[in-house]
């Protein structure tokens, strides 16, 4: 248990969907992530919120909508997605984020999109 | 450009002998550098870190070990065991901490009885 939480562990979507992926923390951090792992890659960073605010946006897609109503809450809506958009979506918090220390992830959402 | 680089996807090691995981970097920028371990189904969970004015940091059987001249880091898992199998990558960071953490491709660890 990291203390990083997210909600659905699976999940399976058609293109048409809408769906959202959501993350919650209980650590008292400041910033929060969106990190998406496909097969044989390694980890891409997404998104970045720091106190709230975004603070990165690592040229995703329009059709991923980040949202963090509070720093211990963080959603990733997804809409119209395609198939190569399958992958492990994990989300990840950490202290500050200009702050050397390790973040800390949660266990992730298997998303397949057919 | 993948700045952070692990060469090796795999590695099989004999329960009770050293592991040894490899990873280099090409940006002279990166300060910090850290290493998760992942097992499957789970999310990565932090091992060890190290900044870059140290060059070794040890917790008990995890050391990790920094060349910055060689921009090459490395873990040492001694003795290893059968629960020490799992996927571990390797990450880093400059002085934009951990916004901008960058991870290596990972490399898969089967420890054999």
């Known amino acids: 248990e990291t203390g990083v939480t997210q909600t659905p562990r699976h999940l399976v979507m058609g293109m048409t969907n809408k769906k959202s992926l959501k993350c919650e923390q209980h650590?008292?951090?400041?910033?929060m992530y969106w990190y998406k792992q496909s097969a044989k890659k390694p980890l891409e960073l997404m998104f970045v919120y720091n106190f709230k605010e975004q603070t990165e946006n690592n040229s995703v897609p329009s059709r991923f909508s980040p949202e963090c109503p509070n720093s211990s809450h963080l959603f990733l809506h997804l809409h119209t997605l395609q198939p190569e958009d399958s992958a492990l979506y994990l989300c990840?918090?950490?202290?500050?984020?200009?702050?050397?220390?390790?973040?800390?992830f949660g266990q992730g959402t298997r998303l397949t999109v057919v | 450009d993948q700045q952070v680089k692990q060469n090796s996807p795999s590695l099989s090691v004999q329960e009770g002998r050293i592991s040894i995981l490899n990873c280099d970097y090409t940006n002279s920028m990166f300060d910090y550098f850290l290493w998760y371990k992942k097992y499957p189904a789970e999310g990565p969970t932090f091992l060890i870190s190290?900044?870059?004015?140290?060059d070794k940091n040890e917790d008990g059987r995890f050391t990790v070990f920094l060349n910055k001249s060689a921009k090459h880091l490395s873990l040492h898992i001694v003795p290893s065991q059968p629960g020490d199998s799992a996927v571990y990558f390797c990450a880093a960071s400059g002085r934009q901490g951990a916004q901008k953490l960058v991870f290596g491709q990972g490399t898969r660890l089967t420890i054999n009885p």
């Open positions: 990840a918090s950490s202290q500050d984020q200009l702050r050397n220390t390790e973040a800390f």
């Open positions: 650590l008292g951090h400041n910033a």
């Open positions: 190290i900044s870059s004015i140290k």
